[in-house]
Structure formats: C-alpha cells, structure tokens
C-alpha cells in the first residue's frame, strides 16, 4: 500500500519523464521539487496529503533517501536529513537549509514508477479450481473418451481427410473425392447397422446371406 512518500516519488518521475526525454537520468537542484516540479499548492490533491506540514514531511524523508529512491549530494546534507527524518518531533523543513544540494533518481526505481510496477506486489491467486465430480460422472466422462467413432464418422472424414480411411465393415479404402455416403466395395451406409445390398434388410456380422431375401451378402 502507497503512502506520502511513494505518491510523492511518483509524481517526481512523472513530471520528468513528461518534462523531457532523458530527464530522469540528470541531477538537479533539490529545490526544484519542492519549488517547480511538485509544489504543494497544485499536487496536494493529487499526493492525498491533509497539511502542509505532512507534504514537508514527504519531501524530507524523500531528499533523506528513504527507499533508496534518492541520493543527494553533498552525502553530509542527505545523511543530516535522515537523522532529522527519524526524529519523533522532526523539524520537517530542514531540507530548506539546503536548496543547492544536488538530487538523483535511483534510475530503477523511477523505471519501476513509470511502468506501474510494485516491487513487492504480491502474485496473484491462483485460479480457482472446478467443483470435484461425481464418481458416477467421472466414469460417464471417461466412457466417452473411451468410445470408438460412429461408422457414420468414419465415412465423413473420408472425404475431408488427405489420409485414406477405411470401411469400418469390409476394410476397403473410401474415396476421398466426394461425399461418401456408401462403401463402393461393400454397400453399407455409414449409420453403422449393416444392410443387405439387395433389398436393405438388417443382416448381422458373418451372415453371407441375407435372411429376408437370401441374396449373397458379399461380405463375412
């Protein structure tokens, strides 16, 4: 979760990345943050902060490099910053005294700002698993997948396949030129019942006549 500080790091680095390209990587005067680039009046709305006194306290604990968001030169004037930062009644605009001080961005932390990262965001939960089946569903699952296609299937994608199919009764290799809705060896239909070839009566697998018409089946 952001506090004063990081809403006030990220305001930095987008006023100078929108300022100009390269910006980020030149050091600057440390009173420009306060009195140019993010002055309380016009960004105390956007940094949420109640008081004047609590935007100071940002800005000081900023310039003290607090997070390793900043280094400011001379090291004597940040170090007398982060001394005074973790007083329990800090003067909050000590960082006044010092206006020549020069100020950089840690260059991967403002990376970080400006892609919106969180260095410390948490990943996000996992997806949330699906409701355990039944035993009784799990095999009705199974039994599907375990099923071989219908003989009807067998003749559709012999015309849609480049790879020859085979009759599922006699063995014999469908044409894959047109719609098969007979086997040219055999006769049968692709509703997966086999048929006499002469008058259509039902026959069972072996017959080698049909029992309606006695006419040779043609198959075994």
């Excluded at 506090?3 to 100009?20: H, K, Q, T």
Aim: hydrophobic share 35%; net charge negative.
């Amino acid at each position: 979760m952001t506090d004063d500080l990081d809403r006030l790091f990220e305001r930095l680095v987008s006023v100078l990345a929108d300022d100009a390209p390269g910006r980020l990587a030149v050091p600057f005067p440390a009173a420009e943050v306060y009195e140019r680039l993010v002055p309380y009046r016009s960004n105390r709305s956007i940094l949420k902060v109640a008081t004047h006194q609590d935007y100071e306290m940002a800005v000081l604990r900023l310039l003290a490099g607090e997070r390793g968001y900043t280094s400011l030169e001379p090291t004597e004037v940040q170090d007398a910053l982060r001394r005074e930062a973790g007083e329990a009644n800090p003067d909050t605009a000590l960082f006044r005294q010092f206006p020549d001080a020069i100020l950089s961005l840690n260059r991967l932390a403002a990376e970080r700002s400006l892609r919106g990262d969180r260095a410390y965001a948490p990943p996000p939960p996992p997806p949330l698993a699906p409701p355990p089946e039944s035993a009784e569903a799990a095999d009705r699952e199974q039994d599907q997948l375990e099923k071989p296609p219908l003989a009807g299937a067998a003749f559709e994608l012999a015309e849609q396949s480049e790879t020859p199919r085979q009759c599922p009764y006699c063995g014999e290799t469908l044409p894959g030129s047109r719609k098969v809705n007979f086997c040219p060896q055999c006769g049968q239909p692709p509703s997966g019942e086999l048929r006499c070839p002469a008058c259509g009566g039902e026959v069972d697998v072996g017959w080698s006549y049909c029992v309606s018409c006695g006419r040779a089946t043609g198959f075994e």
